[in-house]
């Protein structure tokens, strides 16, 4: 009791509480609302059929996993535009911004084109067969339509809370998913378009989310908003290294929805719930870390090394308290919980299954996901790449192929997802505690 009184204690006095608290509220917010999009689509569509339920762990890892490769647009601009901000250079910011929404265009465009032209062989390459298949396929390419707006949006959030706004994005988002879930219902209950309206509601509430935010990107304060490669390349060079390091988590869960079609519809469907509850808490975690990237980046951008240490300390013991509170309540809603998304009792006993690992991970996510967010606000993104790429390549996908071999089934696959975030702790750990990623100074560009 003693050593819980003084930790309290210790916990009351940090002079970073208050700002922590102040950046990762409203993040906290604006994250949770995000994934919402997807796992209404699963409440809803979970209720049509397993068949339906099948074709969006497919489609929606297809478009999940594009949403979260490019988040780059937000990460790489939040660092760079947080570091030009601690600086007082906001003219500097503002033009960052302008050439974020620039790439977040281009990058919409051609994703609109691949997504259209390309679902057919992506969703077979993943197992998608007969039924399942044919309306994967007709989910991705209504799904796609929203990428352009979708992607504008992360940009957006990326500029907004470099220059520590976050409640505009909170408000923004908030919104859109309140209108996708009107707009869900409606589609799907009332006009009865089954899973094409599941998709539709999605993509209009997509559609004016990114509107909202493009106008918050052409309302910065800039000395120029044209399209200019010298001021797009410190933002492609961050950017290109959270891409790979993205792009390397998103394989290993591509891999394991590959893995899981091959096994039955019945853990398909359990990876569909169990991947989408863990990318929601996982950006619930991550409100700490959208805060280590605000007050890292600031922080060394104003020469300030040894304040971006002490709030990096702070962020991380209180990522690994909530990790563990979350842990101790998905535990207790074990026979809850899966029944909202599902009625079928195959998908529900794999489910059973693989609840305690996929529980258990919380408080690693969590310490994982503040480091993370310290390193990126550090512009520290090659080492994180790396990082990344070691842990999918060279422990995840080793065992994934393994569970399919000896047949270890979704077990084997979520025991190989804890082992890659494992890694990424002892990696991440270690180049944190070296303190070589404190490097103070606005961007050159």
């Not at 991947?275 to 060394?300: C, H, N, S």
């Not at 842990?327 to 026979?335: F, S």
Request: charged share 10%; glycine share 10%; proline share 4%.
């Amino acid at each position: 009791m003693r050593v819980l009184s003084r930790s309290r204690r210790v916990f009351r006095r940090s002079p970073h509480d208050r700002e922590i608290l102040k950046l990762a509220l409203p993040a906290l917010g604006a994250l949770a609302a995000e994934p919402l999009y997807i796992l209404v689509d699963t409440a809803i569509v979970g209720h049509l059929g397993t068949p339906q339920l099948a074709a969006l762990a497919l489609a929606g890892t297809l478009l999940t996993g594009t949403f979260t490769i490019f988040n780059f647009l937000t990460y790489g601009t939040t660092a760079q535009v947080a570091r030009y901000h601690g600086a007082g250079r906001e003219e500097a910011a503002g033009s960052m911004a302008a050439q974020a929404f620039w790439l977040a265009s281009a990058v919409g465009a051609l994703l609109l084109v691949l997504g259209l032209a390309l679902a057919v062989p992506a969703v077979h390459a993943l197992g998608g067969a007969h039924r399942t298949g044919s309306l994967a396929v007709l989910y991705l390419r209504i799904g796609a339509l929203g990428l352009p707006f979708a992607l504008i949006a992360l940009a957006g959030q990326g500029y907004l809370r470099g220059v520590s706004d976050l409640r505009t994005p909170l408000v923004i988002v908030v919104v859109a998913n309140l209108v996708n879930v009107v707009l869900e219902v409606v589609f799907v209950y009332v006009f009865r378009w089954g899973l094409a309206g599941s998709a539709w509601g999605t993509v209009i509430a997509q559609a004016g989310m990114g509107a909202a935010f493009a106008a918050e990107l052409w309302r910065a304060p800039a000395s120029t908003r044209r399209p200019r490669r010298d001021l797009m390349q410190p933002l492609a060079r961050v950017g290109g290294d959270i891409f790979i390091r993205t792009a390397s988590l998103y394989a290993a869960f591509l891999v394991a929805s590959a893995v899981l079609a091959r096994v039955g519809a019945a853990s398909l469907g359990a990876h569909q719930v169990a991947f989408q509850l863990w990318t929601f808490l996982a950006l619930i975690l991550d409100a700490v870390a959208i805060a280590g990237q605000v007050i890292v980046g600031r922080a060394l951008g104003a020469d300030r090394a040894g304040e971006a240490w002490e709030a990096s300390l702070r962020m991380l013991g209180w990522s690994f308290l909530v990790g563990t509170l979350f842990a101790g309540v998905m535990l207790a809603l074990i026979d809850v919980l899966p029944h909202a998304f599902t009625n079928d009792p195959r998908v529900i006993d794999r489910l059973h299954a693989i609840w305690p690992i996929f529980a258990l991970m919380q408080p690693v996510n969590a310490l994982v996901f503040a480091l993370d967010g310290i390193l990126i606000g550090a512009s520290d993104t090659r080492f994180l790449k790396w990082s990344m790429v070691f842990s999918s390549l060279a422990v995840f996908a080793p065992i994934a192929l393994l569970s399919l071999a000896f047949d270890w089934g979704i077990v084997g696959v979520w025991c190989g997802l804890l082992g890659l975030i494992v890694a990424r702790l002892a990696t991440c750990g270690y180049r944190f505690a070296s303190r070589r990623w404190a490097v103070v100074g606005a961007p050159s560009a």
